[in-house]
């Protein structure tokens, strides 16, 4: 509850699923994820492979700052910092059979950081992408030459920066890439997000199978820089 949590993968694989088909059986990670103490996580992957696949309709979910106590942190952009670094041409795959997949960064009045760096390293999530959600706060940073992949044909793929009263950032720089279908900026009233493409060869791509969508300052405070 109180705990600071670390875990460290180098060279290494790792495999998450869901205990059967069932709903609520959701394969998960979670940093951070105490409403009763100061619980805190990070996350360090170097050179390695981790795979979160929700089997049959269970859905797969991975949160860096899934909730935090509200009474010791009032304020979510003071909360203990979770964070998730992948680099050294490390991936994180967050698929699901035929329920949801889920990548959270900062959610619940949570405060999260995740930085995907370094060329051939990648960051897979075939339906949402969080960055900032429930008053939470959340920064993504992708960078020298990292992707990010939030594109399936047939799933959902959309990424919401500031949600739900949340506060988002999302960072793609120095070559970074990322491509989505939707993107929605600072989406509901009291949101606030911002998104910075930033440096040569730094690219946000919105592919389609369907319906392509890009929201900015939806009811909340956004910013496309």
């Known amino acids: ?18 205990l059967g088909s069932a709903v609520g059986a959701a394969a998960l990670i979670e940093l951070g994820a105490s409403t009763v103490g100061n619980a805190v996580g990070s996350f360090t992957a170097t050179n390695s492979n981790i795979l979160v696949e929700g089997q049959g309709v269970a859905a797969s979910l991975v949160s860096v700052g899934r909730r935090t106590n509200t009474v010791t942190n ?3 952009a003071t909360a203990p910092e979770n964070t998730l670094l992948l680099q050294g041409g490390s991936s994180l795959r967050v698929i699901a059979d035929t329920g949801t997949s889920f990548f ?29 959600r429930n008053g939470g706060v959340g920064t993504l940073n992708v960078r020298n030459g990292a992707d990010v992949d939030n594109f399936t044909a047939g799933s959902v793929s959309e990424t919401r920066v500031g949600a739900e009263v949340g506060t ?8 970074g890439t990322y491509a989505t279908r939707t993107l ?9 997000a911002t998104v910075n493409i ?15 969508t890009t929201l900015v300052g939806q009811t909340g405070v956004g910013q496309l820089n």
């Open 1 to 18: 509850r109180n705990g600071v949590g670390d875990l460290l993968m180098t060279n290494s694989s790792m495999t998450v699923t869901s």
């Open 74 to 76: 009032p304020n979510p």
């Open 104 to 132: 959270n960064v900062g959610r619940d009045g949570s405060r999260g950081t995740a930085t995907i760096d370094g060329g051939a390293t990648s960051l897979e999530v075939e339906d949402f992408i969080y960055v900032g």
């Open 168 to 175: 988002g950032t999302l960072n793609i720089e120095s070559g």
């Open 184 to 192: 929605a900026i600072a989406e509901g009233a009291g949101s606030n």
């Open 198 to 212: 930033d440096g040569a060869g730094s690219t946000l791509t919105q592919n389609a199978d369907g319906p392509v």
